[in-house]
């Protein structure tokens, strides 16, 4: 898939920015008006060079001395990531995980609403998951024309990762967030994040496993040697 | 922090895996005895040879014109990704998403069971939650030691990781699931995965802010052009 950012802002800025919000939010609240990039670079470990490019990039620059203005690069962050207009998203699959992220309170606060979710079962459609409807699939068009929905949460089996998709976009959805560990094939114009906890998951048991299985590598290392 | 992978085997091989097992088990379910590569390689859209390389790493080779055991494949990965033997996990940060991780159900599947949720705010501890009780923070280091449990899920407020993180690696944690965006500073011998959702979903809005207001992109790339 094509590579789309905003104005040539990086992958990795993008992703560092919602980083920074907590910090930026807790020194709006002790009253500071301006908050310098030592300050942020400090409290996470980041190279203060790299944390004033990530702010600069999203169009806010800093006053020597002075360093950022607080509430200028929250609003900044908040318009460029669109947390100031809501996305509102259909989960497709209400099996376990669609099921999580659906009662998951956090998403508001990332401008990102789940309206309702989408399955095929007639045992799961009609249930209701944190004040959310399952639908039956087959109404997923009509809703998403209706009440133009952008983004998809796709949370089905591996195997219907794919028809799932189609379906989502034939509908006109606009971006598809991928928990499933299917690499989906489509339109370069659709926007495409996979969170693929399987793989993470898979990644962390078999070093694990391989950890406990030669213990020397603990010997060598203590485990509470800080 | 150090790589560490198991007898060579690459990290993007150890993601692929988990992917493989639904097919296999589907396979074993029809009562397939073998497999071929090209099966798998064309239902998952991967390179053939890559599926072969994935699979001869886990110490398990096809023979010619019969493909791979379907059994052996599945007791092999699961040994390897040590879903043969459920690793326990703690939770630290009985907040929404940590909430959510406790209640989804999939771990299990994939080798993980969680045993119980930790935090420091009085008014979640003693709370149950899908069964496992929300346990004051205090208790922590005692627990771990004496229920051995190696994995701790970390999804407390980012600014409050790096000091659960080293809490945890001090009773004794092997392997630290971090769900914070904190990049964590930890000794080489603890295992750490990070699954960001924020930046993930920081990604996707940011795009779909930048496509709906150019809105050309998808005179270019109709979203039903497939």
Chains 1, 2 share one sequence.
């Not at 789309?4 to 009253?31: C, F, H, K, N, W």
Request: charged share 20%; with cysteine; glycine share 8%.
């Amino acid at each position: 898939m094509k590579e789309i950012t905003r104005e040539g802002v990086s992958y990795m800025t993008i992703r560092r920015l919602p980083q920074y919000m907590p910090l930026l939010r807790a020194a709006l609240d002790a009253g500071d008006h301006c908050v310098s990039s030592t300050k942020i670079s400090d409290f996470f470990g980041l190279d203060p060079v790299l944390v004033r490019k990530d702010l600069a990039s999203i169009g806010i620059t800093g006053q020597a001395r002075l360093g950022f203005p607080v509430r200028e690069l929250i609003g900044g962050i908040e318009r460029f990531l669109g947390w100031d207009n809501l996305s509102e998203a259909f989960v497709i699959g209400a099996g376990n995980l669609g099921r999580a992220l659906a009662g998951y309170g956090g998403f508001g606060q990332h401008g990102l609403k789940i309206v309702a979710l989408f399955d095929t079962d007639p045992e799961k459609v009609g249930k209701v998951i944190a004040g959310k409807r399952v639908t039956d699939m087959t109404k997923f068009a009509s809703l998403v024309e209706r009440l133009r929905v952008p983004i998809a949460i796709l949370t089905v089996p591996p195997e219907a990762a794919q028809d799932a998709a189609d379906a989502a976009i034939a509908a006109g959805i606009k971006a598809i967030w991928n928990f499933t560990p299917t690499k989906l094939t489509l339109p370069d114009a659709i926007i495409v994040e996979q969170v693929d906890l399987a793989a993470s998951l898979a990644v962390l048991s078999s070093r694990l496993v391989s950890a406990t299985r030669t213990p020397r590598q603990y010997e060598e290392q203590p485990v509470n040697d800080m």
